[in-house]
Nanobody, 121 residues
Framework: HVQLVESGGGSVQAGGSLRLSCATS????????MGWFRQGPGKEREGVAT???????IYSDSVKGRFIISQDKSRNALYLEMSDLEPEDTGMYYC????????????????WGQGTQVTVS
């Protein structure tokens, strides 16, 4: 059973930075797409960034230039470096995975973590 566990969320002021991490209990990065999604208050869950097994990344327009997704396969870890945070970035952030290739919609992803809360004020 593959488990994804997010960490690193918290409360920051606008303009601040946070680094989210996603750890997996089993090596899943061989031929998998890994992604970060978020759900803000009263909003639907949306894709933030994805990275496939070749390291190709895709970002949503709202975070492009501010967020960086990366992975460390030796540590079975996925990261999201968030900078210049805005109140609109507030939400629960989820790590998810699926077999390559990456797709934009969250319904394509079959493994999910429990989420980590990010609050920007």
């Amino acid at each position: 059973h593959v488990q994804l566990v997010e960490s690193g969320g918290g409360s920051v002021q606008a303009g601040g930075s946070l680094r989210l991490s996603c750890a997996t209990s089993k090596y899943t990065y061989g031929r998998n797409c890994m992604g970060w999604f978020r759900q803000g208050p009263g909003k639907e869950r949306e894709g933030v960034a994805t990275i496939d097994s070749s390291g190709r990344t895709i970002y949503s327009d709202s975070v492009k230039g501010r967020f960086i997704i990366s992975q460390d396969k030796s540590r079975n870890a996925l990261y999201l470096e968030m900078s210049d945070l805005e109140p609109e970035d507030t939400g629960m952030y989820y790590c998810a995975s699926r077999a390559d290739p990456c797709y934009r919609g969250d319904h394509y992803y079959n493994r999910w973590g429990q989420g980590t809360q990010v609050t920007v004020s």
